[in-house]
């Protein structure tokens, strides 16, 4: 009889733990993180009588989680290649609304400006014409300015976002920390806290998708989380932190610290590799700082062609005189690194300065410039960001379109210095001329063909090309064969004193330079015909200088470069210059998108793979539901057997 209520006892008590474990699981079914548990039995020793042994049920020995480490990191993992992409994802898709097509878009303004000198080409004096130019050109540094703006926001943006992530992580690790404190006070017993591992794990799964982490599991049941290339996170119960300092190459930037138990080290870009952080690091470091650099090569380019030619034309103020600039533009920098050596006051050591000498020439790239390590004085080596071309060069070098010139003393060894020729260009570029007389519409020369000439040549174009002309000397040019044989003088305007002369030959297509300009011709000169070059005496009716400017539209001074050679290679115009940026925007935002759909479906197939594997089936918990409720209902009744046994067994003994 006492094996009987055993039995059923017995019956009971599995059967109630196995409700609670399955009621427990029903609960949770739809709680992040949590891992299905089971309870795990073992058949209880029977009890021997004379006619045998008599069976005790079960016993419940433990409650065990559904578990697997490897889907679980595999998870993590993922996860975190999958907040990478979305990050930079989405920071690009904000960089590509900087550059839009069309009519709001930078090549648009750059190509109105430039046709509205068509306009004033055709009425010079007019002052309705030169102040739609002025309109324009304001109209072009301001959408300049404006998309310099939004880059600069866009990388407030991600500052903030790196400080938000930064402390996200360093009160998740906390937490482990916490729980690995806890469940290490569990480790002596037979009994595994389940729903704080699990806890453990989702904060750990958590912090993955904002950083990459690798775990290592101790004796005690705790878990270290290591981040950046095995850098402590969380070590027992103890834990990091993650920070956000200012990039010590560049003040704009920021850059990831871990400080542990008073130490505080930097961490670089490559030691992450996956999480938003790692994302939003690869924008700030890479299609940021191309998006600027690109975007200041225009201005810096566009900018400077535009006031040079104005320069070489007379404007319309009394007495008339070179056009003053139409744009001012932000000049090039150069930021010591935070690590250079500094006196006893705290500054630094060395210090150089860059100034544009070709803005045609310019990349759109930032540089790296280090002593060279020969211990040589005024001997570096220069390395572009942008393609690691890396170079050496010398004090006061000349090289794309910028010089460096280092102060004095010279560079301390291991001293860097980060050259930015064109990023700050588009953020100072502002329309800096008010007056309409001021528009050098006019060239400081006239070209007159002689009404006697027999051929069919005519001007086709008189360009001013170097700013050193000088008006006061007349030339003239009389060609002396069919095939373009010239003789040339050029004499005094003055007291008619020839100067200097010499003999050319013109060939089709090529112009006739001389005295800092070019002169272009429509058709073909013979023997005996001659023009004469000289100064304009009515500025208000010549539009030489105007056509110039408009000429631009078709000039390719966008990122010319200079060949092994020595020669230059063209660039592209300025329109085209804007819609190769568009194009290499759009490029980026496609691949990251498409790299976000394949590491989006990657995580979402792990993440089932690991809840096939560790989570709540609603069916299957339903089903042992009813099982369990059976088995303590069958337990009950051999009770109720035994209890009405015994209850007539007292009767009988009665």
Do not use: C
Not at 39 to 54: D, I, K, P, R, Y
Not at 232 to 254: I, K, Q
Not at 445 to 472: C, E, F, R, Y
Not at 605 to 615: A, D, F, M, P, V
């Amino acid at each position: 009889m006492s094996g009987l209520m055993t039995l059923g006892m017995r019956g009971m008590l599995a059967a109630t733990a196995a409700l609670n474990v399955t009621g427990h699981n029903i609960a949770n079914a739809n709680v992040k993180g949590y891992s299905r548990q089971e309870t795990e039995v073992e058949t209880s020793q029977g009890q021997f009588t004379g006619t045998g042994f008599f069976g005790k049920g079960v016993n419940v020995v433990n409650v065990k989680r559904a578990h697997d480490e490897f889907l679980t990191m595999q998870a993590a993992a993922a996860k975190s290649l999958r907040s990478m992409d979305e990050a930079r994802t989405g920071q690009l898709q904000q960089l590509e609304q900087v550059f839009p097509p069309g009519s709001k878009g930078l090549g648009y303004a750059m190509g109105e400006f430039l046709n509205s000198m068509v306009d004033l080409a055709n009425t010079p004096a007019d002052a309705s014409a030169r102040q739609v130019v002025l309109a324009r050109a304001a109209d072009v540094a301001d959408r300049f300015k404006a998309a310099a703006d939004r880059i600069n926001v866009l990388q407030e943006g991600v500052n903030s976002d790196l400080e938000n992530s930064a402390a996200t992580v360093t009160t998740l690790a906390a937490r482990v920390a916490d729980l690995n404190n806890q469940i290490a006070g569990y480790n002596g017993l037979d009994q595994q806290p389940n729903d704080l591992l699990d806890q453990r794990d989702r904060l750990i799964s958590e912090i993955s998708e904002i950083i990459e982490v690798t775990t290592l599991k101790a004796s005690d049941g705790s878990v270290g989380v290591f981040i950046a290339g095995g850098q402590r996170l969380v070590l027992g119960a103890e834990s990091a932190t993650l920070g956000v300092v200012a990039d010590p190459a560049d003040a704009s930037r920021s850059a990831m610290t871990l400080s542990s138990q008073g130490e505080t080290l930097v961490l670089g870009e490559s030691s992450f590799t996956g999480g938003s952080i790692a994302g939003l690091l690869n924008f700030q470091n890479h299609d940021l700082v191309e998006g600027r650099n690109q975007l200041g090569q225009m201005a810096m380019a566009y900018a400077s062609r535009v006031n040079e030619t104005q320069a070489l034309g007379v404007d319309l103020r009394d007495p008339p005189g070179a056009g003053a600039p139409l744009f001012s533009i932000g000049a090039p920098a150069a930021q010591a690194n935070a690590n250079n050596a500094k006196d006893g006051t705290g500054n630094y050591i060395a210090s150089l300065q860059l100034t544009v000498t070709d803005a045609t020439l310019l990349q759109a790239s930032d540089y790296e410039l280090q002593p060279d390590g020969s211990g040589s004085p005024g001997q570096y080596t220069l390395k572009r960001l942008s393609d690691g071309l890396t170079r050496n060069v010398v004090d006061g070098q000349e090289i794309d379109g910028f010089r460096i010139d280092v102060g004095s003393p010279d560079l301390e060894p291991g001293d860097r210095f980060l050259l930015q020729p064109v990023g700050a260009a588009a953020g100072g570029m502002a329309r800096i001329l008010d007056d309409v007389d001021g528009i050098a519409a006019a060239s400081p020369v006239t070209a007159t063909m002689n009404v006697a000439n027999t051929g069919t040549a005519s001007v086709a174009l008189l360009k001013v090309v170097d700013a050193g002309i000088d008006p006061q000397l007349t030339a003239a040019i009389n060609f002396t064969s069919d095939t373009g044989g010239y003789n040339w003088e050029l004499r005094d305007r003055d007291t008619g004193a020839v100067i200097s002369s010499g003999t050319g030959v013109w060939e089709p297509g090529e112009p006739i330079a001389l005295n800092g300009f070019e002169l272009d011709l429509n058709g073909v000169p013979v023997s005996g015909d001659s023009l004469e070059v000289a100064k304009t005496l009515f500025p208000a009716s010549n539009n030489g200088n105007a056509l110039a400017m408009a000429a631009l539209r078709d000039e390719r001074f966008v990122g010319r470069y200079e060949r092994a050679d020595g020669s230059v290679a063209d660039g592209d115009t300025a329109t085209d210059a804007y819609a190769a940026t568009m194009a290499d925007i759009g490029v980026r935002v496609q691949g990251a998108q498409a790299s976000t759909e394949i590491s989006t479906a990657a995580a979402a197939q792990t993440e089932l793979t690991l809840t096939s594997k560790t989570g709540v089936n609603l069916d299957e918990e339903a089903s042992r539901l009813i099982q369990y409720q059976q088995a303590y209902q069958a337990a009950a009744k051999v009770l109720q057997v035994a209890q009405s046994v015994f209850d007539t067994m007292l009767q009988l003994g009665a």
